[in-house]
Every structure is written in C-alpha cells, then in structure tokens.
C-alpha cells in the first residue's frame, strides 16, 4: 500500500512540475567519434521546446564541451588525461556546443542563454545569490539556460578557494546540475544517460558488481539486470551499486546517486533515466515509469543545502568524543570545550569541516572565528580575548544553526 502510494505521489510531481533541470551526459551529446549527436538530440530539443510552451521552466544542464573539442582537434582520446588538454579541448569545444544547440533550438523558437559556472560561484555567498538572480531572470525571460562548468578556468582557482582536488563542490555535470537545481527551487531533476536506471543483478541483494558492460557515461554492470524504479532512501546498498568514472565522462552512477541525494534533500524529485530512447523525456513528464525515480520525504532548508553541499570547505575542527555525541544528538552547539584542534586556514563565517578524533567528518558549519582565534580559544580554555574581538558567544565555536550534519556512506 505505502509502495503505491509513493508512485502516485511520483506521478503526481512529475506531471506537476514547473521547474525542471535536465542533465544530459557525455553518452547523449557526443558519439564515440567526438561529434555532436544531433539525430539523438533533435527528439529531445524537441520535447524540451514542447515543455516550455506547456509553461514550465527549463534549465538544461550539458556535458560534451571537451569531447567535442576533442573531435574538432583530431585528439586521441588519451591526450585527455592530461588536465591541461582537458582545459584546451573545453576552450574549443564550448562554443562548437552552443553552436550545435543554436542550430537545434532556434527553429522551434526557443532563445538560448551560456552559463559557465565555477566552483566559486558556489562558495562566495555573493557570488551565489547573483547566480540566483540572473537565472531567475532568464527563466522570467522564457530563454532556456544551457550550464556547463567552465572547465577552462574552473580548475585554476582551486588554490584560490583553498579547495584540495578531492573536495571539489563538483567535479562533473551530475552534481552541478544537482547544486543548480537546489539552488534555484527547482521541482524535478532529469539525469539522461544511456543506461536504464540504477540497476541491480537478478535474483540477488544488492552488492558490488563485476562490471561486464562499460557505457560512455560511466556505468557498469552485469547484464541482465533488473531496474530499480523508485528510491525514498539512497542507502549504502544502493552506493555499491555504483562503480567508477567512464572513457568519454567524468561522471558514473555513483555522482548520479550524489546528484539525487541533494535533489532529495532540496524536497524535488530526481530521475535517472536512458536517454538514448525514444520519447524518455515525455514518458518521464507525463507520470509513467521511467528509469529510477528519487522521491524525497523531508526537505532540507536553503542555507543547511549550501552549507552541506555548494559552500567550500576552508579547514577542519577535531572534536571529542563528548563533542560528537552532543552534536549529533541534534541540539547542540559546538563548545570550544569539545574542540582538540584545527586544522587548514579559515576566517570567521567560513565553513569547516567537523570531524572526530579518527578523523572521520560527521558534520559542518559555520565557523564563528577565524583559526587563529579557534587556536587561541582552545590554547587558554576561554574564549573572552576572541570574544571580545569578534562579538561571538563565550565558549561557541559553531552555533547549533550552522551545523549540519553529514549522512555520509
């Protein structure tokens, strides 16, 4: 009974939806030889034109930008792990991609606006509330957006935002398309691959799999194997279904999981589903089942979402064991009494990571002092010097309404 409920309530969303964010993957827009998949894309241009004159918004997310670079400069496949080639292949490609949608859209009239996004367009709060405004603009507007990371200068401010490679806010399309959603209200989140769905093999538990099919957009299986229709909960059995990056993408089915954990958490739907057939998309918006469906049951609010997922993370606060228990009890602040040590550079206002002894993070927030006052805090077991120089609370490092608590795998 509660399984049929929830795919009435599916159903019901989807054909509901106003605001929508459509991803299409690597697989979709570029063929194997690099070119632009047009004969694959009319159909879906076609469809997304179709949506808009049924009045709802549309922000489409687009990988493809390097492959197609690629393919323009002749370039062995290869040549694209070398990061700089990456940058190069994306400089070139960018405009042959916009190009191509120009040719797709403008005869079903539909005007085009190019977002290249970086990662600090997400960190810096300013920088994150402009994003908002100007696309809230172009949707009043009736222009579709097309988002891409800017991959030709996204990687060189990394340093900049004191960001290590491994924690970037995103490092491929699945998840800034997640973040953009999120970010602007969005209902629903569309990530079209050329797989089904989040799979699992026939007849057995969910568990890791030997990976007997790879696909461009980074996903491997064993086949057959049975489709997954709908989530209300991403579970570590679920995550070991997902294995690594792919040849042409840099996104698998794990970052499509990442990707509909923050759709869930934004209270919107997310759909992974094949879009290398037919008429996906419409089945999608007109409530039949298609791919896997992510339904969220809570929400999470707009500041947590960008404390938790878009802000950088600029250091780490160690916690004891007493710490911890009274944070993740959930009515806690963080005591400057609980904290053993900081590491990394931050200033007040900045987010860190939390952390316990073992070094395992449970938790973030926004810090109400910089490092050097945290060290100075903790150093004297008092906080009046700091205190006194920041306006802050005696003895809170991190107010209870900045802290977010992390459900990691």
């Known amino acids: ?120 367009d997400f960190v810096d709060r300013n920088r994150y509330s402009n994003l908002r405004q100007t696309m809230e603009a172009l949707l009043k507007l009736g222009v579709l957006p097309i988002v891409n990371e800017n991959d030709t200068v996204s990687t060189a401010e990394l340093d900049y935002l004191n960001i290590r490679a491994g924690e970037r806010i995103f490092s491929d399309n699945d998840r800034l398309a997640a973040l953009v959603m999120s970010h602007i209200e969005a209902d629903v989140l569309v990530l079209l691959t050329d797989v089904d769905g989040l799979m699992q093999m026939e007849a057995a538990t969910p568990k890791p799999v030997a990976g007997k099919m790879q696909n461009d957009d980074g996903n491997s299986m064993e086949s057959p194997g049975i489709l997954i229709p709908l989530v209300e909960h991403i579970s570590p059995e679920l995550r070991a279904l997902a294995l690594g990056p792919s040849e042409g993408g840099r996104g698998g089915m794990l970052t499509k999981l990442d990707a509909a954990e923050i759709a869930m958490q934004a209270g919107g739907v997310a759909v992974i589903a094949n879009g290398k057939k037919p008429g996906t998309l419409d089945r999608i918006f007109e409530g039949e089942p298609t791919g896997s469906v992510f339904l969220s049951k809570t929400r999470m609010a707009g500041k947590r979402r960008w404390i938790a997922y878009a802000a950088g993370v600029r250091g780490r ?93």
């Open 317 to 409: 606060v160690i916690v004891n064991a007493g710490a911890r228990d009274a944070l993740t009890g959930g009515k806690a602040s963080l005591l400057v009494t609980g904290v053993t040590g900081v590491e990394g550079e931050f200033d007040a206002a900045e987010v860190v990571s939390i952390v316990d002894t073992e070094g395992q993070e449970f938790a973030r927030g926004i810090s109400d002092y910089s490092r050097a006052d945290a060290e100075g805090m903790i150093g004297n077991g008092s906080s009046s010097q700091a205190g006194g120089r920041t306006g802050g609370r005696a003895g809170v490092l991190v107010k209870r309404d900045n802290i977010v608590l992390m459900d990691r795998k």
């Open 1 to 120: 009974m509660e399984n049929q409920h929830s795919e009435i309530e599916q159903q019901k969303r989807l054909r509901a939806a106003r605001r929508v964010v459509i991803k299409l993957g690597t697989g979709i827009v570029t063929g194997s030889d690099g070119q632009f998949n047009a004969e694959l894309l009319e159909p879906v241009a076609r469809t997304i034109a179709r949506l808009k004159k049924d009045g709802r918004q549309i922000v489409l997310v687009s990988s493809g930008a390097v492959g197609l670079g690629r393919g323009r400069l002749g370039l062995h496949r290869d040549r694209l792990n070398d990061l700089v080639m990456r940058q190069a292949c994306a400089a070139v490609g960018q405009s042959l991609l916009m190009h191509e949608y120009e040719k797709l859209f403008h005869v079903h009239g539909v005007h085009l606006a190019q977002v290249l996004l970086t990662e600090g």
